[in-house]
Nanobody
Framework: QVQLVESGGGSVQAGGSLRLSCAASGFTSNSACMGWFRQTPGKERERVVAITSGGNITPYAAFVKGRLTISKDTAKNTLYLQMNSLKPEDSAMYYC???????????????????WGQGTQVTVSS
């Protein structure tokens, strides 16, 4: 059974940092594309960044501008998102997702990711 469990969200002031984690089970991270998405009320879920089964990182979303870094620890089967220099507009629910069907090619669209975590809230105050 595939499971994704996010943690690490919270409330920080602008300029602060958070590190999101996504613990995966039921599959190995080196067999899937794994990504981070975010969503705010009334908006579509958008991909922040993803990493292929082979460890290649997709282009980051335009709003990232060098502030966020994705990584994965295959030994721990865990995906991370280091978030620095956070801005109020980064406030959103952040989701971890996995696409086991296209591990070598990460798609931008959320519909390709069959498995999702429950989300972790990030709130940045000014």
């Amino acid at each position: 059974q595939v499971q994704l469990v996010e943690s690490g969200g919270g409330s920080v002031q602008a300029g602060g940092s958070l590190r999101l984690s996504c613990a995966a089970s039921g599959f190995t991270s080196n067999s899937a594309c794994m990504g981070w998405f975010r969503q705010t009320p009334g908006k579509e879920r958008e991909r922040v960044v993803a990493i292929t089964s082979g460890g290649n990182i997709t282009p980051y979303a335009a709003f990232v501008k060098g502030r966020l870094t994705i990584s994965k620890d295959t030994a721990k089967n865990t995906l991370y998102l280091q978030m620095n220099s956070l801005k109020p507009e980064d406030s959103a629910m952040y989701y971890c997702a996995a696409d086991l069907d296209h591990g070598g090619s990460c798609y931008t669209q959320a519909r390709y990711f069959r498995y999702w975590g429950q989300g972790t809230q990030v709130t940045v105050s000014s």
